[in-house]
């Protein structure tokens, strides 16, 4: 059974940082593609960021430059340091897990499995 569990959300000053984590069960990090979403309130789920399995990284134009997605393959967990937070990064973060060579991985959209979410919460 695959399970993702999110941590590390919190809340924060414009300016800040925070680095969220997702440690995955019964799923390889390291050979698949593995990524992160957010959901604002009354706004659709997007992507944030993308790691395949080939290490080549995917990032919304929102949030490049700031955000870093990485893995550490011995943990089998999954990161997403975020720095020079801005009021717009707040909502619900879900961390996103698809076997190598399926529709997420190529587009982005659609993962196989996902987290429960953690909040983040950027004030000005």
């Known amino acids: 059974q695959v399970q993702l569990v999110e941590s590390g959300g919190g809340s924060v000053q414009a300016g800040g940082s925070l680095r969220l984590s997702c440690a995955a069960s019964?799923?390889?990090?390291?050979?698949?593609?593995m990524g992160w979403f957010r959901q604002a309130p009354g706004k659709e789920r997007e992507g944030v960021a993308r790691?395949?399995?080939?290490?080549?990284?995917s990032l919304a134009g929102s949030v490049k430059g700031r955000f870093t997605i990485s893995t550490d393959n011995a943990k089998n967990t999954l990161y997403l340091e975020m720095n020079s937070l801005k009021p717009e990064d707040s909502g619900t973060y879900f961390c996103?897990?698809?076997?190598?060579?399926?529709?997420?991985?190529?587009?982005?959209?659609?993962?196989?499995?996902w987290g429960q979410g953690t909040q983040v919460t950027v004030s000005s």
């Open positions: 996103a897990a698809s076997y190598a060579g399926t529709w997420y991985c190529r587009y982005g959209t659609r993962p196989n499995y």
């Open positions: 019964g799923f390889t990090v390291s050979s698949n593609c």
């Open positions: 790691l395949d399995s080939d290490d080549n990284t």
